[in-house]
């Protein structure tokens, strides 16, 4: 069973708009996220993370909120750029160890 | 460079002959990690590493082992691969595990088919 959803398969925005990319997780225990961004034939990059003591975390055009009750994250880019397409995962963890990763969305930036 | 290496890139293997798959970083990680891409499944945490001598599994260990005798390696073993095994591989690693500020960098994958 999937603890960590990513519902929206796939994203596509104007560039210089914002790119809201969101994510469910069932695990109220869960206390760490993570989002990463991966091109094709690469490996996954690092973007931003979250502990729950936080609900918003940011560097640089990119801005996590973290909303606890809801059990629910996004990713927030603004402004979006052609280079920020590729597929974007978060990703959750209970002590920052073993981790549960989403699908995937994959965001195209349109010039 | 700092980086993440995995060896080797592609590998087309027979079911039951056994395989390693190497990970070495050069940054001096204390923690390190093995997952596994599949269409319509994300990454799923195959085994992860906290330290040399300290390893524990993750979300889908089954049929898989590792090892971490030296910081910068850890070997991803398939003692018997079966074709259910055929996947994209990535190791990826940290400063150190737990809540913190540090990034994970990864490698760039090994691609494993099992016939």
């Known amino acids: 069973d999937q603890q960590v959803k990513q519902n929206s398969p796939s994203l596509s925005v104007q560039e210089g708009r914002i790119s809201i990319l969101n994510c469910d997780y069932t695990?109220?225990?869960?206390?760490?996220f993570l989002w990463y961004k991966k091109y094709p034939a690469e490996g996954p990059t690092f973007l931003i993370s979250i502990s729950s003591i936080k609900d918003k975390n940011e560097d640089g055009r990119f801005t996590v909120f973290l909303n606890k009750s809801a059990k629910h994250l996004s990713l927030h880019i603004v402004p979006s750029q052609p280079g920020d397409s590729a597929v974007y995962f978060c990703a959750a963890s209970v002590a920052g160890n073993q981790f549960y990763f989403g699908t995937g969305t994959s965001l195209t930036v349109i010039p | 460079e700092a980086q993440v290496t995995q060896n080797p890139r592609y590998l087309i293997t027979v079911t039951g002959k056994k395989l390693t798959v190497t990970c070495s970083q050069n940054?001096?990680?204390?923690?390190m990690s093995w997952y596994r891409q599949d269409p319509g499944l994300g990454l799923r945490q195959i085994y992860y590493?906290?330290?040399?001598?300290?390893?524990d599994k993750g979300d889908v260990p089954e049929g898989y082992k590792v090892s971490r005798k030296e910081k910068r390696n850890f070997p991803l073993i398939l003692e018997s691969p079966s074709p259910n095994q055929t996947s994209l591989y990535f190791c990826a690693s940290s400063l150190r595990g737990g809540i913190s500020v540090y990034g994970y960098t990864f490698g760039s994958g090994t691609r494993l088919t099992v016939v």
């Open positions: 695990n109220s225990m869960f206390d760490y």
């Open positions: 940054m001096n990680h204390e923690y």
């Open positions: 590493s906290m330290n040399v001598e300290v390893t």
